[in-house]
């Protein structure tokens, strides 16, 4: 068990080779280059190998470069199982299902905007509902609640929170089939009740960056991104909702795997067979807390509108705020691969993943048909975020996947202390970033060192080809939890 | 003794929860968690809830344990203060929380805590005290 143990492939990947560990089913695969790799944490390259092990698990166990180690499964590992001999684990999409990001462009310039930043973050502050023991300006009846899992950001957009078109421009149009509100604890309806619309705390935000930097005139154009433009993204999930999910069928599926005599290497890889009723259970019931996120995500960006119509006096239409894309991070969905040269049905776990689709998959809104899915990658607050596209070789290599953010580097403590006697806001302030935050540490934890550099992970999965840039976003003003 | 110290981990929080018996330990446990979310000081006993959790392990159930003060926390703003625990054996605990709801004005604002998580969960009996180590997804 040691790093020499690892053989690299090529200059952006890394095998944990199958007889690293006992029981392994198929190899590891790490995305890394020679930087990356000094920053590998043991543990994760463990986790990876572990989820190896699972029943059913097809070609390989993957970790994208902003690998880091999570529980049980690794932050940005992709796992895909057979349908017939595979499992599938809550472990392997996390506690905060469907964890996601959204971008919207805009008519505006970044010189627009910058005069007016401060009064704009403290509305957008004011107007959404952020951080611990906030609570959301949405009280959902027992009956809307179970209408917001079946139905999605399509519950918010028939409630007036959005429009129509935005919907297109959302992954699986914002809502999984098969959501069934019928297998949801109690506990979970109440935690869920007044949560929609809110933005939570840790690493989610809310973001108005402006575009400093394309690397594909042609993509970038097909997706409404110019140089200099301002954009605003969003980064949360389903909330306590999605959490008590989760934590409600770890339970579960503890008894399961002893039930169905699975070996685990690690408590949180519990998981079931996918046709055994617990497995379906769990699955009906995260579609539900998926379908809980998108619906937050457009209540959210609804407001965002809402506050720069307000605050600069514009009109929808000069503003032109539509949505780009929305992606989840955190999530399991029965796709369509090739494997073995035939295609196949697989339960693909995406845990710090985001999916990354290549022009002409039929998954696609028509508009990006050509270009393939627009991917967005959400960096830490004082750096960068990224606008990729989905590729071919994803398809080919990672189950049509790619990375999903920076990845941590230090803990929140570690992150505390370098932050000792620092007024981080102001060191952001003097960046030219406005920064607004409820927590009285996040913005400590937050900071950029803890991170990885967002540019190594994304020039990583650019080499490696399974997406390619481009654009890359600056922050200007960040709400955060 | 101390009563809890914090652990350090990449992108999450932890605490090491000591005690004299399993109640105290389980009391311990519960008021680190606190201590991540709030200044504990600035919380008073106002109002009690009434716990009863069930676990299929005792480290089963120091998970569950957690799992429900941070359920009433992130439902209902109820923030713990004094904890009394009239039942506690290997699967099941009874309790008696009071506190108060959580004021984002007067209580300080630490971590939102998603869950209390299985990861390097452990429960170990020392020569004359119980220690526990448990990780929160934030």
Known sequence: MSLEQLRRIDETRLEIPLDYKQGMRVPGIIYADSILEKELEIQSIEQVANVATLPGIEKASLAMPDIHTGYGFTIGGVAAFDLKEGIISPGGVGYDINCGVRLLRSNLTKQEVFPRIKNLVDVLYREIPAGVGSKGKIRLSPDDEKRVLTKGALWAVENGFGEASDIEHTESRGMLDGADPSLISSKAYERGRAQQGTLGSGNHFLEIQYVDEIYDEGAANSLGLFEGQMTVMIHTGSRGFGHQVCTDFLEVMERAAGKYRIELYDKELACAPFNSPEAQDYLAAMRAAANYAWANRQCIMHWTREAFMKTLNLSPRSLGMSLIYDVAHNIAKVEEHTVRGAKKKLIVHRKGATRAFPPNHPELPEIYRHVGQPVLIPGDMGRASFVLLGTEKAMQETFGSTCHGAGRLMSRHQAIRKAKGRAIWREMEDKGIIVRSAGRGTLAEEMSEAYKDISEVVEVVHRAGISKKVARLRPMGVVKG | ?138
């Not at chain 2, 159930?61 to 054996?89: C, M, P, Q, R, S």
């Not at chain 2, 299985?118 to 020392?126: A, G, P, Q, S």
């Open chain 2, 1 to 138: 003794m101390k009563r809890f110290e914090l652990i350090d981990i990449s992108g999450d929080a932890g605490i090491r929860a000591f005690g004299k018996d399993l109640d105290d330990l389980f009391l311990n446990a519960a008021d680190g968690m606190y201590s991540l979310i709030t200044d504990p000081g600035s919380v008073t006993p106002q109002k009690s809830i009434e716990i009863k959790t069930e676990g299929n392990s005792l480290e089963g159930l120091l998970v569950a344990w957690l799992n429900e003060l941070i359920f009433h926390f992130d439902t209902y703003g109820f923030i713990g203060k004094e904890i009394h625990i009239h039942e506690l054996h290997d699967t099941l605990i009874r309790a008696t929380v009071t506190g108060e709801d959580f004021d984002p004005e007067k209580h300080g604002k630490g971590l939102l805590i998603k869950a209390a998580t299985y990861h390097k969960l452990k429960i170990e009996r020392k020569e004359d005290h119980w220690e526990a180590d448990v990780i929160f997804d934030i």
